[in-house]
């Protein structure tokens, strides 16, 4: 693999970016509740876009293939469900 200007680019604007969200996490974490719970300083809104994105990242890594894989293509109708769940959600 050769390295090209571009891809040099967005590697080191990559990483700056994080060692820059690092560095401000570090900076207003002080103690384990901080780091956990972002001293509850977060609304409603976080909290929900949180638990439904965890509640996605189970179905749709773990649940929706496993039920592919078990039954077939033909439960690949869970993925319209689950869009129309979290749509109304």
Do not use: K, Q
């Not at 990559?14 to 384990?32: D, K, P, Q, R």
């Not at 965890?54 to 033909?74: T, Y």
């Amino acid at each position: 693999m050769t390295m090209n200007t571009p891809m040099l680019v967005t590697f080191l604007v990559y990483i700056l970016g994080i060692v820059t969200i690092v560095s401000l996490a570090y900076c207003i974490t002080h103690n384990f509740d901080d780091y956990i719970l972002g001293s509850r300083r977060f609304g409603a809104l976080v909290t929900a876009f949180s638990a439904g994105a965890s509640d996605m990242s189970g179905w749709l890594l773990m649940g929706l293939p496993g039920a592919i894989f078990l039954s077939g293509i033909s439960e690949s109708w869970i993925a319209i469900g689950l869009t129309i769940g979290a749509y109304l959600n």
